[in-house]
């Protein structure tokens, strides 16, 4: 089992940064996949980025690309969001979520496919 914890979020002018960091429990967690989500008010939770087991394989949301960068160290159970150029239309609560992945390199970007999910961290972005 996983525990995940999300933070970094905050209040940012619009063209600025955050990253958001995901920090996971237990001894296997190179054996998850990972994925950011977000969720505005009024509206479902979406797809934002992932990230394999390995960390050799990513994938992003069209919204996402060019702007976003997934990354994770297993050796300290973290994952991070780097958040660039951001938009008041990125404002949401963004969800790290974590679910067991057969193969290294196994990406997961449904919601209902991930196991556990942290209880997630506010960006607001002002214009």
């Known amino acids: 089992q996983v525990h995940v914890v999300e933070s970094g979020g905050g209040l940012v002018q619009a063209g600025g940064s955050l990253r958001l960091s995901c920090a996971a429990s237990?001894?296997?967690?190179?054996?998850?996949?990972v994925g950011w989500f977000r969720q505005a008010p009024g509206k479902e939770r979406a797809f934002v980025a992932a990230?394999?087991?390995?960390?050799?394989?990513?994938r992003y949301a069209d919204s996402a690309k060019g702007r976003f960068t997934i990354s994770r160290d297993n050796a300290l159970n973290t994952v991070h969001l780097q958040m660039n150029s951001l938009k008041p239309e990125d404002t949401a609560v963004y969800y790290c979520?974590?679910?067991?992945?057969?193969?290294?390199?196994?990406?997961?970007?449904?919601?209902?496919?991930?196991?556990?999910w942290g209880q997630g961290t506010q960006v607001t972005v002002s214009s």
């Open positions: 237990g001894r296997t967690f190179s054996s998850y996949a």
């Open positions: 979520a974590a679910t067991g992945a057969p193969f290294p390199n196994t990406i997961v970007i449904v919601t209902v496919e991930y196991e556990y």
């Open positions: 990230i394999s087991r390995s960390g050799g394989r990513t």
